[in-house]
């Protein structure tokens, strides 16, 4: 991605008061700093939050780990060049985490669409779970289960139960109604229910 270490850059010392600065202050000045073009600053973003934004990603895409990779990596492409029209209104942190959201929505809708033009709803409901072994057997289970959610079931699951949107929010993120988004949640839940206990 960036050939640049971690290590050349250093926040800019403010007073004693700096070292005591909590992580939102870390990321404020990390990401002021790439803003102005310093990549070893923006290194130090990605380290940061890559494993975050890989998570979100993965569980909105079923857990197709090449497909989380290159979705987090495209997330980070897009930071690297939207930081410098970044304001600061919120944290540094929530404004990547929903920039991950979006590219992975994105990919989402262009996929269903290319699957409507092919009629190839099947691929759409393939996931493949982490295959790292660090899970536990349930957490595996239920990676493998949302995994096997249709598409906007799974994205609506995601953004709800596990990412705290509401509704609104999601309505508008997935173009659809607010009761749909909610129709779509109750499917979810029902699914995965029936998944996990036919694997009990």
Same mark, same amino acid.
């Given at each position: 991605?960036?050939?640049?270490?971690?290590?050349?850059?250093?926040?800019?010392?403010?007073?004693?008061? %700096?070292?005591? $600065?909590?992580?939102?202050?870390?990321?404020?000045?990390?990401?002021?700093?790439? %803003?102005?073009?310093?990549?070893?600053?923006?290194? $130090?973003? +990605?380290?940061?939050?890559?494993?975050?934004?890989?998570?979100?990603?993965?569980?909105?895409?079923?857990?197709?780990?090449?497909?989380?990779?290159?979705?987090?990596?495209?997330?980070?492409?897009?930071?690297?060049?939207?930081?410098?029209? +970044?304001?600061?209104?919120?944290?540094?942190?929530?404004?990547?985490?929903?920039?991950?959201?979006?590219?992975?929505?994105?990919?989402?809708?262009?996929?269903?669409?290319?699957?409507?033009?092919?009629?190839?709803?099947?691929?759409?409901?393939?996931?493949? $779970?982490?295959?790292?072994?660090?899970?536990?057997?349930?957490?595996?289970?239920?990676?493998?289960?949302?995994?096997?959610?249709?598409?906007?079931?799974?994205?609506?699951?995601?953004? +709800?139960?596990?990412?705290?949107?509401?509704?609104?929010?999601?309505?508008?993120?997935?173009?659809?109604?607010?009761?749909?988004?909610?129709?779509?949640?109750?499917?979810?839940? $029902?699914?995965?229910?029936?998944?996990?206990?036919?694997?009990?």
């Amino acid at each position: 991605m960036l050939a640049v270490t971690v290590t050349d850059w250093t926040p800019p010392a403010k007073d004693d008061t %700096a070292a005591a $600065a909590g992580s939102a202050d870390v990321d404020r000045a990390l990401a002021q700093a790439a %803003a102005t073009g310093d990549a070893s600053a923006f290194e $130090a973003l +990605y380290r940061r939050h890559a494993a975050r934004v890989h998570g979100v990603v993965a569980r909105l895409v079923g857990f197709d780990r090449a497909r989380a990779e290159d979705l987090a990596q495209e997330t980070f492409v897009r930071a690297w060049q939207a930081l410098p029209a +970044y304001r600061f209104e919120s944290a540094f942190s929530t404004w990547l985490h929903r920039l991950a959201v979006n590219t992975a929505l994105m990919d989402l809708r262009a996929r269903r669409s290319r699957i409507q033009a092919d009629g190839d709803e099947a691929l759409e409901y393939v996931g493949s $779970a982490d295959s790292a072994g660090h899970g536990t057997a349930l957490t595996m289970d239920l990676e493998r289960a949302v995994a096997t959610l249709p598409p906007r079931a799974r994205a609506v699951l995601v953004l +709800y139960d596990v990412e705290g949107w509401n509704h609104e929010e999601i309505a508008d993120a997935l173009g659809m109604a607010i009761g749909s988004s909610k129709a779509q949640l109750h499917r979810a839940r $029902a699914l995965l229910r029936e998944r996990l206990e036919a694997h009990a």
